[in-house]
């Protein structure tokens, strides 16, 4: 059963740092991984989707990598800004679920001080 | 591109009332929608699975029976909460899917449901 983790549950860094968002899967069978950031109370917005045949997405200062033999993906924050405050979640989707359903993580609770 | 519209975004009934929230592809047919719910603080739950046409499949632990779903048209699912309680009050988020596999779900703006 594919299970998928991320470190840290939360995470506090100055405005301007760089950082790096961590997500692990159980599973390597996957079709595809994608993150997400969601804003208290609002809905999702996707950032990136990896196909498992990609190494990398970019996308302005987001760069999500994806090392599917490792199970292990991340997200990479430039020049982080406080409006990047939010949670960050990845989520996988596995080739042996017929639904084709996503597997969530916890998420990354990102907050960036002024 | 790739836009999905949730409706309402927000609402407050008394117990014992059905809620219908909708979920609309705009811009192209979704072969499966899905339906989650989210607690406080918490990641999304997956509710059930639905396929324009068929009858809906849901998660265990899940009742058919309350939360009904319809997906009539291949831009259009509804989620039913019938005869809501106050432990059904949460925040529901649809997504919707076109084609299979690798594509990517798109999601709603996701609905917060108050029951007094």
């Known amino acids: 059963k594919q299970e998928v983790t991320q470190i840290p549950a939360a995470l506090s860094v100055p405005e301007g740092e760089n950082l790096v968002l961590n997500c692990s899967f159980t599973?390597?069978?996957?079709?595809?991984l994608q993150w997400f950031r969601q804003d208290p109370g609002k809905g999702l917005t996707s950032l990136l989707l990896i196909q498992s045949s990609q190494r990398e997405q970019t996308s302005g200062r987001l760069n999500a990598s994806l090392d599917k033999s490792s199970g292990r993906s991340t997200l990479y924050i430039a020049a982080s800004q406080p409006g990047d405050s939010a949670t960050y979640l990845c989520a996988v989707k596995g080739t042996r679920d017929s639904n084709y359903q996503l597997i969530w993580g916890a998420g990354t609770k990102l907050i960036i001080k002024p | 591109g790739a836009v999905v519209s949730q409706h309402p975004s927000w609402v407050i009934c008394k117990s014992g009332t059905s809620v219908k929230i909708e979920c609309r592809s705009l811009?192209?047919?979704?072969?499966?929608m899905f339906w989650y719910r989210q607690f406080p603080k918490q990641s999304l739950m997956l509710m059930a699975t639905?396929?324009?046409?068929?009858?809906?499949?849901?998660e265990q632990g899940v009742e058919k029976d309350k939360f009904l779903i319809n997906h009539a048209s291949l831009t259009l699912s509804t989620l039913t909460v019938t005869s809501a309680h106050p432990e059904d009050s949460s925040f529901y988020i649809c997504s919707a899917e076109q084609g299979w596999g690798n594509q990517p779900q798109h999601f709603g703006d996701g609905t917060r449901l108050s029951i007094l």
């Open positions: 639905s396929n324009e046409g068929s009858k809906a499949t849901y």
């Open positions: 811009d192209f047919q979704a072969t499966t």
């Open positions: 599973d390597s069978a996957i079709y595809n």
